[in-house]
Structure formats: structure tokens, C-alpha cells
């Protein structure tokens, strides 16, 4: 059974920085991609950065391309979203995915597995 477990969000101030980290487990995690995504109030799930866990290639969003990066560290099976620069629109929860395929996709309904989501609030 997959588990993905987020942590790390919280309250911060516009243009600071905040670690997501996700936990994984249930599987080996070699041939999967891991995505981050987010859903801001009233508005729907959206792709913000996504890293093949093997050979570490990565894709972002444009919102948060040069701000963010997503990283990954095998020996504890653990993937991370440092979210630096933030802006009051980043403001969302945030939620880890696992995808059983070593292809990067952007769209939520490619990904098989999801954590619970963490909430990151970006005052201005």
C-alpha cells in the first residue's frame, strides 16, 4: 500500500521561503514520478512541479518556475518542494502524488497515488 505523507506547510510571509517534504512508502520508488500540486481556494487542482525519482529530471510550472525546486533523497524516500520568493497567489494547499511510470506528466489525472495535502499560507 503506497503512503504519502506531506509535511511542512504553515503560515509565512510574501517573499519568504517554506520546505514541503513527502514522505513515501509501500513501494520501491525507482520507476515513478512524483509530482506537487496545489488547489487554491475556489479554484481546481493544478500541476506545480513534478521529478522522475531515477534519473532526476524535473518540469515545472511556469508560475513557479525559478522560485520553486523539487528534489528528492533516496536513503530516506523522501521528495521536497522548496518554495522560496513567495507571493500571496502561491497561497494553496499542497499535496505530494506518486505516478507508477518514469515519465513526467502534468495533469492530476495521470497520478495514482496522493498524500492528504498541507496547507501554505503566503500573507502580504
Known amino acids: 500500500q503506497v503512503q504519502l505523507v506531506e509535511s511542512g506547510g504553515g503560515l509565512v510571509q510574501a517573499g519568504g521561503s517554506l520546505r514541503l517534504s513527502c514522505a513515501a512508502s509501500?513501494?520501491?520508488?525507482?520507476?515513478?514520478?512524483m509530482g506537487w500540486f496545489r488547489r487554491a481556494p475556489g479554484k481546481e487542482r493544478e500541476f506545480v512541479a513534478a521529478?522522475?525519482?531515477?534519473?532526476?529530471?524535473?518540469n515545472y510550472a511556469d508560475s513557479v518556475k525559478g522560485r520553486f525546486t523539487v528534489s528528492r533523497d533516496d536513503a530516506k524516500n523522501t521528495v521536497y518542494l522548496q518554495m522560496d520568493s513567495l507571493k500571496s497567489e502561491d497561497t494553496a494547499v499542497y499535496y505530494c502524488a506518486a505516478r507508477a511510470a518514469v515519465v513526467i506528466t502534468t495533469h492530476p489525472r495521470t497520478y495514482d497515488y496522493w498524500g492528504q495535502g498541507t496547507l501554505v499560507t503566503v500573507s502580504s
Open positions: 521529478i522522475n525519482w531515477s534519473t532526476g529530471e524535473t
Open positions: 509501500g513501494r520501491t520508488f525507482s520507476r515513478y514520478a
